[in-house]
Nanobody, 127 residues
């Protein structure tokens, strides 16, 4: 079965960096579109970065220029490099894989397009 396991969260001061990882199994990692989402207490889940099978990437405006999504197909691992972190970035971060019928996230990083989710990793940024 599909499994997604995140790691790399933690607590940092504003301006700091973190790198999240997500190890995937149970599907053809290289061909699926993938994404990172976050959810802060009392707020809706937000798609922050997406990557298609061919490596094309897209970002939410709130993280553009600060976050970088990438993947290592040989290791079935998805990454999110987060630089210049802000207190507003504090949230639980989830990696996700698209449903089989969805071939691209370039039209938007939308929760309904993703069928497989990790358990999440907490990121806390203090001012």
């Amino acid at each position: 079965q599909v499994q997604l396991v995140e790691s790399g969260g933690g607590s940092v001061q504003a301006g700091g960096s973190l790198r999240l990882s997500c190890v995937a199994s149970g599907f053809t990692f290289a061909t699926y579109c993938l994404g990172w989402f976050r959810q802060a207490p009392g707020k809706e889940r937000e798609g922050v970065a997406g990557i298609d099978g061919d490596g094309t990437t897209t970002y939410a405006d709130s993280v553009k220029g600060r976050f970088t999504i990438s993947k290592d197909n040989a290791k079935n691992t998805l990454f999110l490099q987060m630089n210049n972190l802000k207190p507003d970035d504090t949230a639980m971060y989830y990696c996700a894989a698209c449903r089989e019928t969805v071939v691209t996230v370039m039209t938007g990083i939308k929760s309904p397009d993703f069928g497989y989710w990790g358990q999440g990793t907490q990121v806390s940024v203090s001012s």
